[in-house]
């Protein structure tokens, strides 16, 4: 039977990255996606600016909104301090059996707790199901309507608090403007766009960080 992509993009991993090796794991994606095949993985640009946003504010409990192949689980989970957790739903068995074994690879599975289900269902259950209140960073990259609906459902649910930071990708293409007018003119947020590319092309995008204020 034909693979899918993931399943090339892990082939990718297993073949070119050294195990327990997370920036080899994330150069064998970015290689893999340039020169291969095109996946809507954050990418190395984005994925720079991620990373320097990460480090300063070296969460200590942080959740992912779709995980996909898990390029951004590793290239977060790779920043965190020991006691660090990151959370990362994904509601695509295949998805989620792929971003497995990509994070197994990079030597991260410790640090990571990749849930498969809904953010709706499971957003209001991670304060009693892993004993987090409250996460010092999200990055939402799962479907791009709903990431509105899940800030609001995280606010609900007592799950930001003063100084949380909620970075956004895909705010210009393929665009949340929804979210965008939201994190911008709220009040309770200190919204910062990152003007970038779409991951791997010239395109326009880039990432919206948002400082909850309480
Ligand atoms: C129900 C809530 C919910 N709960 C749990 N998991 C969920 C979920 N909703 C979705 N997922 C999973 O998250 C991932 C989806 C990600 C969606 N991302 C883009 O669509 C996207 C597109 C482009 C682009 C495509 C084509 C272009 F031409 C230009 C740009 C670029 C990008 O960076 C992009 O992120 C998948 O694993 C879903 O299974
Ligand atoms: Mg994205």
Same mark, same amino acid.
């Given at each position: ?48 600016? +991620? !990373? ?6 070296? #969460?200590? =409990?942080? @959740? ?75 990055? +939402? !990259? ?6 509105? #609906?899940? =800030?609001? @459902? ?61």
């Amino acid at each position: 039977t034909q693979s899918t992509r993931p399943q090339r993009l892990l082939s990718a991993v297993q073949k070119n990255a050294t195990r327990g090796n997370p920036r080899s794991v994330v150069r064998a994606i970015d290689e893999f996606c340039r020169h291969k095949e095109w996946a809507m993985n954050v990418g190395d640009e984005k994925g720079c600016i +991620l !990373d320097s946003i990460v480090s300063e504010v070296n #969460p200590v =409990t942080v @959740l992912e909104l779709g995980t996909y192949c898990g390029y951004s689980t590793v290239r977060i989970a790779s920043l965190l301090p020991p006691n660090a957790k990151l959370i990362t739903l994904e509601f695509n068995p295949d998805f989620a059996a792929i971003a497995r074994q990509v994070i197994a690879w990079a030597g991260l599975q410790d640090k990571v707790q990749l849930v498969e289900g809904s953010s709706g269902d499971w957003i209001p259950k991670i304060q009693e199901q892993f004993g987090i209140n409250t996460f010092d960073l999200v990055f +939402l !990259d799962h479907w791009k309507d709903r990431y509105l #609906p899940d =800030t609001k @459902l995280m606010e609900k649910c007592g799950l930001l608090r003063k100084g949380s930071v909620l970075v956004a990708d895909n705010v210009i293409c393929p665009g949340t403007p929804d979210y965008l007018e939201y994190v911008r003119s709220s009040p309770c947020y200190k919204s910062q766009y990152f003007i970038s590319h779409l991951e791997y092309t010239k395109a326009e995008d880039g990432l919206e960080k948002s400082v909850f204020l309480g």
